[in-house]
């Protein structure tokens, strides 16, 4: 900035004007009346060489004016480069940032995606394990089911046979319905022509009643049921004109027992 004087001060008689030259621009000229500078006063004098060197300093003023605006054009565009300049290395820096920000964000992605697999895997790998281990489980209880069934078959098949004895002595000896079933069985494969007897034991005689003996005798022409002193309380003996058939209940009965027995045994083996 120049070093020149701001302001001047000129004397017109009694009247002082300011010259003011903050605002960088030249003031008008003072008007000065004619007879300050026809008459020899001194102070004409002095008004006249005040103002002439007022005109001297405008002419220097106007130069370092000069030179303030081109310092002042220096600095503008000296301002503006680095106005520039500091936008292009933020906008670098805002760059920088969103690259780095699309970086760690693809890395997050990258590693999530790493972490949810490593996770479903982990879950694939209890779930297979839990049904291996299910399946152990389930295998196991068959084998112990089967391993059971087969320790009580044997048990089973006893209490079986014995309660088939039970019920086929009760029967047998309490019951006589089935006298009618059996006789009606021994002769299905016999063609009968000439009348025929159905001889029972003396025991099973006596515990018959009119309605056993009518089914027995109905079952065909000419059958007729008669006792037999010498048969065994179980025995029956079926006289046809081709032969007798002989059959025992109760013997009958233990041989179905020990086929069921014989049955076991074999799936035992196997």
Known sequence: MSSIIKRSNIVLGKNIVTLDYNNKKLPPKPFVPDEYYEDDDEDGEFVESTY???????????????????EKDDKEYEAGNILVKARKEA??????????????????????????????????????EAHEKAEQILEGANQEKINMLENLEPEVTNVINNLIRHIIGYEIKNEIKWLSYLVKHMLQQQSLIKPFEVNVSKDLYERLDQIEIDKVENLGKGIKVVPNLYLKDDDIIVQTDMGEICYNITEGMERVIKDIEMVNLIEESI
């Open 52 to 70: 002439k060197s007022v005109d001297d300093e405008s002419e220097y003023y106007e130069e370092d004016n000069q030179n303030d605006y081109e």
């Open 91 to 128: 906008n670098n820096i805002i760059e920088q940032a969103y690259a780095q920000i699309d970086a760690e964000r693809a890395k997050l992605e990258e590693d999530i995606k790493k972490q949810a697999q490593q996770e479903i895997e982990k879950l694939d790998a209890m779930e297979k």
